[in-house]
């Protein structure tokens, strides 16, 4: 069955007096219909970048500059909004970190949901019907008084839940949701990963879910992508990639999970900070923060993405075939990023 979304060396820059930043740096994969996957990495690994670029809305200076973006065998890059607007349709809904982006602050929230409703063919009657619906679908309680109120007089996770409602409501086939916890209280976002597995396996729409909470992704998601300066670094299965990670850099993220028991200061952290992207290095972009670096690592072009088990790939020189021979050569490295 072909790919509900195919995603082929996506490349997405945004210029800058400095240079041109990498966002997104030859990003390919493929998402099935009903398939959650998870896209998790440090702060500006290019996560948001690459959920813009896949609906084609990234704003100056940030610029999509090479790559495929098809969705059900459409092309979506390069064309006119107006085009664009009629092949995505309602079908590719998106949420982000802050619920109030989603709304007007000085309309009503029932409103809302209803014009946005109207604005994709439904009447007046169908549109009440179709917007109550998605509220109770998401749990929300006391439907007609929320429908009544104003986003700010929501809590922010009744406003999350009414975005995702809004979102729903339109019934799309691709729900793109970037830290949509991230800003909330940790009971919020206890209740909407629920609300998440819930619909998950009750609607089953594909998502792709950004977050740093690699423990809501492990929950959620059937696959990950890690990503790295721009790149992808590993994917695979969630019980591969996260179970059982094979590029350092996943491996250090793991580590650095907080534990109830554990102060911040006593986590192993990944020494360093990821690149700004700016200017094209040498070899592997983490090798100045990998434990497992070797000289070869920053020769030549940065690793490609290589099979190493059933769908689960890795871009790092030492999970290639070659792998003794590499190990003769280490050099030692810097870091303490290797956690399992
Ligand atoms: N408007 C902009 N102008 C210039 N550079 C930008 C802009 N937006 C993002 N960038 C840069 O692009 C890179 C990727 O940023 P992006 O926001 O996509 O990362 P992210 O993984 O979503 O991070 P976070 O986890 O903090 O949301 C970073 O180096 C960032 O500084
Ligand atoms: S290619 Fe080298 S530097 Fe990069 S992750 Fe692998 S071992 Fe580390
Ligand atoms: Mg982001």
Do not use: W
Not at 290 to 304: D, M, Q, T
């Amino acid at each position: 069955m072909s790919a509900l979304l195919h995603v082929s060396d996506l490349k997405s820059h945004y210029r800058t007096q400095r240079g041109a930043i990498r966002a997104v740096d030859g990003v390919s994969f493929d998402l099935a219909r009903g398939e959650v996957l998870g896209i998790v990495g440090e702060s500006g690994s290019g996560k948001s970048t690459l959920a813009l670029s896949l609906v084609g809305l990234l704003d100056p200076p940030g610029e999509i500059i090479g790559g495929e973006v098809r969705l059900e065998g459409k092309p979506i890059l390069g064309r006119k909004e107006a085009d664009l607007a009629a092949i995505l349709g309602s079908r590719i809904g998106m949420l982000f970190q802050s619920p109030e982006g989603s709304f007007n602050p000085i309309a009503t929230v029932g409103n809302q949901l209803l014009e946005a409703l109207q604005a994709h063919g439904a009447g007046g009657r169908e549109a009440a019907a179709r917007a109550e619906a998605a509220l109770a679908l998401v749990g929300m309680p006391r439907i007609k008084e929320v429908m009544k109120s104003y986003p700010f007089e929501l809590s922010g996770g009744m406003c999350q839940r009414a975005a995702l409602a809004m979102v729903l409501s339109l019934n799309p086939t691709l729900l793109i949701a970037d830290e949509p916890t991230a800003s909330l209280d940790v009971l919020a976002q206890a209740e909407l990963a629920q609300l998440f597995a819930r619909l998950r396996d009750s609607v089953k729409f594909s998502m792709i879910l950004i977050s740093h909470d690699l423990g809501l992704v492990g929950a959620l998601a059937d696959r990950v992508i890690v990503m790295y300066a721009g790149k992808i670094v590993e994917e695979g299965p969630v019980e591969r990639a996260l179970e059982s990670p094979q590029h350092p850099y996943t491996r250090g993220l793991l580590a650095s999970l907080p534990k109830l028991n554990r102060l911040p200061a006593d986590l192993p952290v990944i020494p360093g900070h990821a690149p700004s992207s700016v200017g094209r290095a040498l070899g592997c972009a983490f090798s100045p923060r990998c434990n497992e670096a070797v000289s070869s690592c920053r020769e030549g072009e940065a690793p490609g993405l290589r099979r190493i088990g059933p769908e689960h790939r890795v871009a790092c020189i030492m999970r290639e075939e070659n792998r003794a021979e590499q190990s003769e050569r280490k050099e030692g490295g810097n870091g303490t990023g290797s956690g399992g």
